[in-house]
């Protein structure tokens, strides 16, 4: 039988079943799909293919998933470091947005955000920020998978006037990319203190009409809590709940503040964590309970949340922040083991985004969207573990290459799709505006 592509590897980890790990197995795609994967001998034998890839020290996982973030904000990295959310959000960033974002600054930063996760082994993003349609653009012509979490606020910006243009827009862009490969869509109501309860409940019917998922910020600080119940009485779960957004479809961003009720509440409507615990650390948010939540059997997904928070979208680092923070959190040593790190990257973050049938594990009948690893440098020697070797020792620089539905977009660690040193070229034609910008601010 002849396949598109098979790809021979030193090991697979497949991450479903938990814990695998496949020594000298190969995988065959064919029609953008995995279509088998067993010993590379009986590949062999099994399969004609004139496209082989053979990688001898390396380490196959699925694409990560990103399943938080704000693409273009790469334009903004280390614009507003060392402050709080409050001050990082209305002193810093929202005049910044406010001079600076159009058009071409989605465009352009959303593709030097891809490059830069592409290279560290992401094929799949969750998004949520203005021009969301610039993002889909970016993401098409790189082919990337892109989950396009469409913005909503109640207050008017580049991208809308008030909450019913933003909604109008976000179910424009469903229709526009209902039947995309690799576009998917959700709602992305910004936070509940940016978004008043009418516009929560009309997404909360539509995203069951058109079964998408909703993408929050919330709980992301104490401050944020405290404010709620200041101005309306409940915590923002609370209001979400008897707002009727509550559900399988939700995705809660951050979750840095929980009590045990909430966590339990959380767990029985089968709402998932997006937690992007570099963010949270570096803006001192707090710490998202993971150890509970995952003993509590909720998904918890990773992001990186923007490159202005963060400030890169390496999910590697993603993973190794989650899995350190979690024991120190839950002073338990055992609590996100290295497996648990990489689900959490991988087949959870594509259950949030309801993309699980396809994508975020290396199973017969999914997407090939695949990352290879070099483990042949001095960092990650010996092998002794390679699943081990994944979360706690190697780092980004170390992807080599990268396919997402069957199509390679990284080719031992040159990008194929985009265009580095143009990207490079405009990032500097950025910088120059984002450096003026700051300047005129100070002054
Ligand atoms: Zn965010």
Redesign the pocket.
């Known amino acids: 039988m002849e396949v598109d592509l098979v790809i021979k590897s030193k090991w697979i980890v497949p991450v479903v079943p938990r814990e695998q790990v496949l020594t000298d197995h190969a995988i065959a795609i064919k029609d953008k799909k995995i279509f088998a994967i067993g010993p590379t001998e009986s590949i062999n034998t099994q399969y004609q293919c004139t496209n082989i890839t053979s990688l001898n020290n390396h380490i196959l996982i699925p694409g990560l998933v990103n399943a938080?973030?704000?693409a273009p904000m790469a334009l903004l990295r280390g614009s507003a470091d060392d402050i709080p959310l409050k001050e990082w959000l209305e002193e810093k960033i929202w005049p910044l947005e406010g001079k600076l974002v159009d058009r071409q600054f989605v465009f352009e930063g959303a593709t030097q955000a891809i490059a830069e996760m592409i290279r560290s082994g992401t094929t799949c993003f969750a998004d949520?920020y203005f021009f969301p349609d610039e993002v889909a653009k970016a993401s098409l012509a790189a082919h990337i998978r892109v989950q396009l979490a469409s913005p909503v606020l109640d207050f008017p910006t580049v991208w809308a006037q008030d909450a019913d243009e933003y909604i109008n827009k976000a179910t424009q862009l469903h229709d526009d990319y209902r039947d995309s490969e690799l576009v998917s869509t959700a709602f992305g109501p910004h936070a509940p203190y940016t978004v008043s309860d009418a516009p929560l409940q009309k997404l909360s019917v539509l995203a069951e009409e058109l079964d998408l998922p909703i993408h929050i910020?919330l709980h992301e600080t104490a401050q944020e809590i405290s404010d709620a119940i200041a101005s309306d009485g409940r915590r923002p779960l609370q209001r979400l709940q008897e707002l009727g957004l509550l559900s399988t479809r939700l995705n809660c961003?951050h979750a840095t503040q929980l009590q045990e009720k909430e966590i339990e509440s959380i767990a029985e409507h089968g709402a998932n964590i997006l937690h992007?615990p570099e963010?949270n650390m570096k803006l001192a948010s707090g710490f998202c309970p993971v150890a509970k939540l995952v003993k509590q059997g909720i998904n918890v997904g990773l992001g990186t949340?923007?490159a202005a928070?963060n400030n890169d979208l390496d999910m590697f680092s993603e993973m190794r922040s989650a899995a350190l923070m979690a024991k120190v959190v839950s002073e338990d040593a055992r609590s996100v083991p290295a497996a648990i790190a990489l689900e959490m990257a991988t087949i959870n973050g594509a259950k949030a985004l309801g993309l699980e049938s396809d994508i975020g594990s290396l199973e017969i009948g999914k997407a090939a969207d695949i990352t290879a690893i070099n483990l042949d440098s001095i960092n990650s020697q010996p092998v002794n573990n390679p699943l081990s070797h994944l979360v706690y020792c190697i780092n980004s620089a170390q992807v080599s290459d990268v396919w997402c539905s069957g199509v390679q977009i990284l080719d031992n660690g040159a990008l194929t799709t985009l265009n580095l040193d143009k990207i490079m070229q405009t990032a500097e034609t950025w910088q120059t505006k984002v450096v003026n910008q700051l300047s005129h601010n100070h002054g």
């Open positions: 938080h973030g704000h949520m910020h961003i992007c963010s949340d923007g928070s």
